[in-house]
């Protein structure tokens, strides 16, 4: 559990205070570091190369789909 701590005179001194009203610092767990470095990895935006090849993606299969499908077509239609 994160626990919250202030710098004084003496050094860190921990207090009772939430971690949501913390004045100082919040020492973590490892595993509470851990998910919180995942939980912050899964939140970036994308990068504008992923966006791009999302974009591109999603306008070619379509077209490409297209191409294909009457290229199948004038086969079939050719050899009646």
Same mark, same amino acid.
């Given at each position: 559990?994160a +626990?919250?701590?202030?710098?004084?005179a003496n050094? =860190? !001194?921990?207090?009772?205070?939430?971690?949501e009203a913390c004045?100082?610092? &919040?020492l +973590?767990?490892?595993?509470?570091?851990t998910?919180? =470095? !995942?939980?912050?990895?899964?939140l970036?935006?994308?990068a504008?190369?992923? &966006?791009?090849a999302?974009?591109?993606?999603?306008?070619s299969?379509p077209?490409?789909?297209?191409?294909?499908?009457?290229m199948?077509r004038?086969?079939?239609?050719?050899?009646?």
């Amino acid at each position: 559990m994160a +626990q919250c701590v202030v710098w004084t005179a003496n050094g =860190l !001194t921990a207090t009772s205070d939430a971690p949501e009203a913390c004045q100082g610092f &919040i020492l +973590q767990t490892a595993s509470e570091y851990t998910s919180t =470095l !995942t939980l912050a990895q899964a939140l970036q935006p994308p990068a504008g190369t992923d &966006i791009g090849a999302a974009y591109l993606l999603g306008f070619s299969l379509p077209v490409l789909c297209f191409v294909v499908a009457r290229m199948v077509r004038s086969v079939f239609v050719w050899e009646k």
